[in-house]
C-alpha cells in the first residue's frame, strides 16, 4: 500500500490513483482516506450494504445473535456436527 498526502492527491489525481492499487492518504501527517481498487463483484456488495433496507435487516439480525433469539452457523454446525458426519456414512 502506498502513502501519499493529500496535497499530492490534489496536484494531480489523475497520476496518483494510476499508481497503486490501495492508497492511504494522510492530512497533516494523519491518516485521511483510504482508497482501495474494486472490481465490480465488489462494488455491488459495497453498494447493497450501504442500502437502508439492508443495513436495517443485519442489524435486527446482529440484535437478535446478541439476544440469543438466534444461533450462528459455527455453533449449529458444532451441535449438530455428529448428524451430519452419521448420514456420510
Request: charged residues 30%.
Amino acid at each position: 500500500m502506498r502513502t501519499i498526502t493529500l496535497e499530492e492527491l490534489e496536484t494531480n489525481p489523475v497520476a496518483v490513483l494510476n499508481i497503486a492499487d490501495d492508497l492511504l492518504i494522510t492530512k497533516d501527517s494523519k491518516p485521511y482516506r483510504l482508497v482501495s481498487c474494486l472490481d465490480e463483484d465488489v462494488l455491488d456488495d459495497v453498494l447493497l450494504l450501504q442500502h437502508p433496507a439492508i443495513r436495517e435487516t443485519i442489524q435486527t439480525s446482529e440484535a437478535n445473535l446478541a439476544a440469543g433469539r438466534y444461533q450462528s452457523v459455527d455453533v449449529l454446525l458444532e451441535k449438530y456436527s455428529h448428524e451430519l458426519s452419521d448420514s456420510d456414512s
